[in-house]
């Protein structure tokens, strides 16, 4: 079984920063692609931004230049910094993560962490 432990979520004034973490533990398991979603009430869940091991960066267009994911792969942890935050960033912001375990594929999600945005 691989636990994924989330944190860094919180309450921040428009324009703020808040970093998210990602960490996935367990055993015999390696890490693929990892990612962070987020859905805001009434909406749906959307990509914010994806990572492959290599390095390789996604965004999507509402974040870009605002956000970064990076990732630690000897520790399996997954960041977002999110700078210049805006209201409509609130949001609940999940990883979601890429594993192979025993020679088979899986996915797995964080519980999630709330962002709020606001003055």
């Known amino acids: 079984q691989v636990q994924l432990v989330e944190s860094g979520g919180g309450l921040v004034q428009p324009g703020g920063s808040l970093r998210l973490s990602c960490a996935a533990s367990?055993?015999?398991?390696?890490?693929?692609?990892m990612a962070w979603y987020r859905q805001a009430p009434g909406k749906q869940r959307e990509l914010v931004a994806d990572?492959?091991?290599?390095?390789?960066?996604n965004y999507a267009d509402s974040v870009k230049g605002r956000f970064t994911i990076s990732r630690d792969n000897a520790k399996n942890t997954v960041y977002l910094q999110m700078n210049s935050l805006k209201a409509e960033d609130t949001a609940v912001y999940c990883c979601n993560v890429d594993v192979v375990r025993f020679a088979r594929s899986y996915v797995y999600w964080g519980q999630g962490t709330q962002v709020t945005v606001s003055s």
């Open positions: 990572i492959t091991r290599g390095g390789s960066t």
């Open positions: 367990g055993s015999g398991f390696s890490v693929n692609a």
